[in-house]
Structure formats: C-alpha cells, structure tokens
C-alpha cells in the first residue's frame, strides 16, 4: 500500500476526471468481482487506532518502496487488523523536503475533524524502541501508479468515483501535501479511494499542488471552512507547529478566494 511511482499527479489529475474509454469499459465487461471494501476501520476506528498502538510485532518486513524506507510490521492473527506500515521519519529536511512522521499523524488527525475518511488509522508508536508512525494496512488495494494512471470507474461507480478523486484534491491543498504521486493514491474494489504517505504535508508553504479544480465537494467546504486555529491547535498541536497550522489556514483562505470566484460565475462547480 506504499509509494510504488515518482510519477506526480498534479499532471495526471488535471485531466483524471474526463478520463473516458477503455478501462472504465473494460471494468463494466468484465465478470463480476466482489466489491470489497478496504475502508474497514469506518465501523471500529477506536479500537484500529488503540491496537496499532499496543499490538506485538510478529515480523517486520523491508519493502523495496518508497523514499522514506517504509517497512510492513505484520501483527498476530486475531486482531482487527494483521499488520501496519511503518514510518520512521524524524522531522528534519534529510533530502531537500520538510518531511516528518507526525505529519502522516497529523494528517489523519485532520481527516477524522473534517469526516473525509479517506486516509487509515495512523498513530504514534515505538516498535524496538524507535518512535514512528503506524499507519493500517489496508487490503485489497491497488495504487494508481500500479494501474499505470487515474483508473476510470465503471459507469455505476463514476459519479462518486469523481467527487472522491476533487475531494482528495481539496484535502491535498489544504494540508500542503508536496508529495501527491500515483503510489500514494490507493484504489479499493469497492471504488473507495484512500490516501497514504503525508510525510511532506504541513509546511508553511502556502502554494496549492493542485491548481486546477474542476469542482469541488460542497459538504467537505463546509468542514473545510468550519477549521478555525482553536479546534486545529485541539486536533493537530501535539502533532504540528502553530506556524504550520496558520499556513494551513491561509491555505484555506486561498482556496476560498477561487472557489468564491468559480461558483459565482459557473454555481455547478459545487458538488452538492
């Protein structure tokens, strides 16, 4: 479920959601696969998040992807889940980018105040006496870098598909995410789309990745403009700096000056 592409999609995505023929086409003709859903921390996500904290490390496995040197620990069988990513990256610019485990925290600290649910449960702990993020390892899933680009829902799907991929965006841009590339955008059989690999968000750079939006998700604005630096400092302060929180709200403020403009001239650029 890691980083398997350089390849960025600030390019890709600017065009993911017209993307029309052979592979939406090949899905719907296809036999009929079970649609599994791989987002099955929505029903249980206290107890996910309190047994990656706790859970023993059976094996930890070295996974050849990924920049920041991810490993798999796999847990014992029997638990609410059989294994967790695990991120060892102190905050520090070791190859140029910000990049800190705390802000994969952050970052789905952020998911759960504004109900994106899109990104796994994740939280701080040591696994041999080294502190790190464990994020869940979600199954079955496929990278869009595996798939060789933005995947096309078939037509039953393709509605919701598009709104999940303008709310990841919207989600990318807010949190500064530096680091949007194919690997890191997972797809499930279900059509859900989840995001992992947020090492290099929440920096005080205030530009957006994702410049061009074709729409946006009306319900996740509204959260979106709910944030305020009170309920971000509750959310996110043991986990990021005020610095970077007033960037992500100016962030916000920028977002919000397009998309005043969008939905004054075109109102069906919000998805409502």
């Known amino acids: ?25 090949a899905q719907d003709a296809a036999a009929p696969v079970a649609e599994v859903s791989a987002k099955t921390w929505l029903e249980n996500r206290a107890q996910i998040e309190e047994y990656l904290k706790t859970a023993n490390v059976v094996t930890m496995e070295e996974l050849k992807v990924g ?22 990256v102190p905050p520090g610019r070791p190859a140029g980018f910000w990049e800190s485990y705390k802000s994969e925290i952050a970052a789905y ?42 995947p096309t829902a078939p037509a039953r799907h393709i509605a919701a598909w598009n709104r999940q991929l303008s709310r990841a965006k ?47 998700d009306g319900i996740l604005w509204d959260s979106m403009q709910s944030l305020t630096a009170e309920s971000l400092q ?7 700096g005020k610095g970077e929180i ?3 709200l100016q962030r916000r403020d920028i977002m919000k000056a397009d998309f005043d403009k969008r939905i004054a001239a075109d109102p069906s650029f919000i998805m409502r």
Do not use: Y
């Not at 796999?74 to 609410?80: H, Q, S, V």
């Not at 841009?173 to 997972?186: A, C, F, R, S, V």
């Not at 797809?187 to 947020?198: F, G």
């Open 67 to 88: 920049v920041t040197r991810p490993r798999r620990a796999k847990l014992a069988p029997g638990g609410p889940v059989d294994g967790f990513a695990w991120k060892v």
């Open 170 to 216: 919207m989600f990318d841009n807010l949190i500064g995410n530096k680091d949007p590339n194919l690997g890191n955008w997972l797809v499930d059989p279900a059509w859900n789309l989840i995001l992992i690999d947020h090492t290099r968000a929440f920096t005080s750079d205030k530009d957006l990745v994702h410049k061009k939006m074709d729409h946006i």
């Open 109 to 150: 600290e952020i998911d759960k105040l504004i109900e994106l649910n899109m990104i796994p449960p994740t939280v701080e702990r040591r696994v041999d006496g080294t502190v790190g993020a464990a994020v869940m390892w979600c199954s079955p899933t496929t990278s869009f870098g595996q798939l060789k680009g933005v």
């Open 234 to 240: 509750a959310a996110i302060g043991n986990w990021v």
């Open 1 to 25: 479920m890691l980083r398997v592409a350089a390849v960025r999609l600030v390019t890709v995505l600017s065009f993911g959601l017209a993307i029309t023929g052979s592979r939406g086409a």
């Open 246 to 248: 007033k960037a992500l």
